[in-house]
């Protein structure tokens, strides 16, 4: 119990992609971070919450699971990049939107 609000407490503590992939000792290309840091950590964040339901219970097996999904987030854009991963919010809003508009509504 201990060991798990260690970790928890260390994640809170953490702020930038920089401490994270330190904490997690991920090998990182300094270019891509400096130009994907909100991008990355927006898309580790989507993946922790995909990824709630399975999450181990014990420190150990949390610590890898979040190793593992940091890693795959910065691997997202070692080869592409924010427009294409669409990570943020502004990258989806200039996508073609689909609009539902009932016959009722253009009969009255």
Do not use: C
Not at 11 to 19: D, G, R
């Amino acid at each position: 119990m201990q060991d798990e609000e260690m970790f928890e407490d260390d994640m809170e503590e953490l702020s930038s992609a920089e401490e994270f992939l330190q904490y997690f000792e991920i090998e990182y290309d300094q270019s891509v971070v400096h130009v994907n840091r909100l991008h990355i950590l927006q898309r580790f964040h989507n993946y922790l919450a995909e990824a709630e339901d399975g999450m181990p219970e014990y420190e150990e097996g949390k610590r890898e699971v979040y190793k593992e999904l940091l890693e795959k987030a910065y691997q997202d854009f070692v080869g592409s990049d924010a427009a294409t991963e669409k990570v943020l919010k502004i990258y989806r809003m200039q996508e073609p939107q689909q609009v539902f508009v009932s016959l009722d509504s253009l009969v009255k």
